[in-house]
């Protein structure tokens, strides 16, 4: 079953940002943490500093991509009783709160399987889920989510890397959805200094593909970061640099991530809607 791929809130939050306009931030929050309930005001403060989107990464036990800061933010989560369930209940309840901005949720295939393709797809869906995002679901293996997915009008959200071949980077291209997150490194989540040359090869050749807005993710953590980005990406994704911005202080986690995420839009943030 093929199904075209769906309007999300990530197709209006991208369409409204001007020509020539900075990279909207998207930041990831790790679900339940620093505590189980954190995530509803964090994602009300991503809105309320002017990111274009957010990223809720559920808490997985083998978490293949991730680096040591999302991997402790994990086992964090995982401790205080994160569940896949409880997220998307959660994010539920951030839409109902009032968050209006694009939500993608990052996790990986096994609690997928575990949870049941077609009962996330329609519980994502209900919950106000734009997009899911499964690093280790393989192209060759992503049709039957993609479809579920789909149908239910939630965007499949494909990872391609500076080694992705371009026979690959084709493919997945011409099947994705909401945006492209295009990851910047060779290797795990984690800030570093500066954004790579073959980073800024891998967005510049995905532009060539399609039209689709593209992310670059893993490794950011400044402003300088977004303002290097002008040009080469629509969206920028931070999440190591802002959950160990968020440990510094987790009892004032919300304080935390505001002051944080203020730096890193430097006064450039476009308006929530």
């Known amino acids: 079953m093929t199904a075209a791929p769906p309007d999300t809130r990530f197709n209006d939050a991208f369409a409204a940002r001007g020509k020539g306009a900075p990279p909207g931030l998207i930041p990831y ?31 997985f036990s083998d978490p293949l991509a991730d680096g040591p800061t999302i991997q402790r933010t994990g086992q964090v989560a995982l401790h205080n009783g ?38 996330l797809a329609r519980e994502a869906a209900s919950a106000g889920v734009d997009g899911v995002i499964l690093p280790d679901l393989p192209l060759d293996e992503a049709a039957g ?34 945006f492209v997150y295009c990851v910047g490194v060779t290797g795990v989540t984690g800030a570093r200094k500066t954004i790579s040359g073959d980073a800024i090869a891998l967005l510049d050749s995905v532009r060539q593909l399609t039209s689709l807005p593209r992310a670059l ?14 040009g080469h990406a629509e969206a920028a994704v931070v999440g190591s640099a802002l959950l160990d911005s968020i440990g510094l202080d987790p009892e004032h986690a919300v304080a935390g991530a505001e002051q944080f995420l203020h730096a890193m839009i430097g006064g450039e943030a476009a308006r929530a809607g």
């Open 145 to 178: 989510v993609r479809a579920a997915m789909h149908v239910a009008g939630v965007a499949l959200i494909p990872l391609v890397a500076p080694t992705t071949t371009p026979d690959r980077l084709a493919r997945v291209c011409s099947t994705a959805a909401g």
């Open 217 to 230: 993710g893993f490794g950011l953590s400044t402003h300088e970061h977004l303002t290097a980005l002008r």
């Open 29 to 59: 929050f790790t679900a339940g943490y620093p505590s189980l309930e954190s995530l509803v005001e964090l994602l009300l403060c991503a809105q309320r500093t002017g990111c274009i989107a957010a990223e809720v990464g559920i808490p």
């Open 82 to 119: 994160m569940t896949l369930a409880t997220a998307l209940a959660q994010v539920a309840g951030a839409r109902a709160g009032g968050v209006t901005i694009p939500l993608a949720v990052m996790t990986y295939v096994n609690p997928v399987l575990s949870f049941g393709v077609d009962d």
